[in-house]
């Protein structure tokens, strides 16, 4: 069946970059899309960028300007690179495959 | 940025009740080639991530019970569940698929009493 787990740095410093990953099974990212999608602690879903199934990418107007995916379709993963990392991006972080499939998300914190 | 506004931001109703979720884009999500709205529905239960309900507006996602029903079409569309469980206790969002970037509502909180 269809996975995708995330994983990465539970704690980051502000100022720094994030560096996220996508791993995925049961779904071929050379025929489907993955989204980024994150939500701060007791608040909504903001969704954050995309990459299609033939490496093409969009993003989030706000975020555009720090934010990065790219993908390594040998090892089934995808990557979310963000710098300038701020406390307003404590968030939880997930992927989802083609909105349809969602990973089960990671905690990011932005503190010293 | 298509802007989408979504109410109530909560209600809360009782086990057999029905319940309406409206959301609003800024531009319409009507696409003039196939003449299908590009309006999906996600809910999201405690500490549970998404889950992707209603898509094209009023197309179910696969094993979703069918008091789960979309409708609307341009700009102004609705959730409406109909005789309510305790299990559908969740948050609730629409999300517009008909640009980028793909933009959410701010969500509904819908509490059982």
Redesign the interface.
């Known amino acids: 069946q269809v996975q995708l787990k995330e994983s990465g740095p539970g704690l980051v410093q502000p100022s720094e970059t994030l560096s996220l990953t996508c791993t995925v099974s049961g779904f071929s990212l050379t025929s489907n899309s993955v989204h980024w999608v994150r939500q701060p602690p007791g608040k909504g879903l903001e969704w954050m960028g995309i990459i299609r199934s033939g490496g093409s990418t969009d993003y989030n107007s706000a975020l555009k300007s720090r934010l990065s995916i790219s993908r390594d379709t040998s090892k089934s993963q995808v990557f979310l690179k963000m710098n300038s990392l701020q406390t307003e991006d404590t968030a939880i972080y997930y992927c989802t495959g083609r909105l349809d499939y969602w990973g089960q998300g990671v905690m990011v914190t932005v503190s010293s | 940025?298509i802007v989408m506004t979504q109410s109530p931001s909560s209600l809360a109703v009782s086990a057999g009740e029905t319940v309406t979720i409206n959301c609003k884009s800024s531009q319409s999500l009507l696409s003039s080639g196939n003449q299908k709205n590009y309006l999906?529905w996600?809910q999201?239960k405690p500490g549970q991530?998404?889950?992707?309900l209603i898509?094209l507006a009023s197309t179910r996602?696969s094993g979703v019970p069918d008091r789960f029903i979309g409708s609307g079409s341009g700009t102004d569309f609705t959730l409406t569940i109909s005789s309510v469980q305790a299990e559908d206790l969740a948050?609730y969002?629409c999300?517009q698929?008909y640009s980028?970037?793909?933009?959410?509502?701010?969500?509904t909180k819908l509490e059982i009493k």
């Not at chain 2, 991530?49 to 992707?52: C, D, E, G, I």
């Not at chain 2, 980028?100 to 969500?107: A, D, H, I, R």
């Open positions: 940025d999906a996600y999201q991530s998404p889950k992707l898509y996602e948050d969002y999300q698929h980028y970037p793909l933009t959410f509502g701010s969500g």
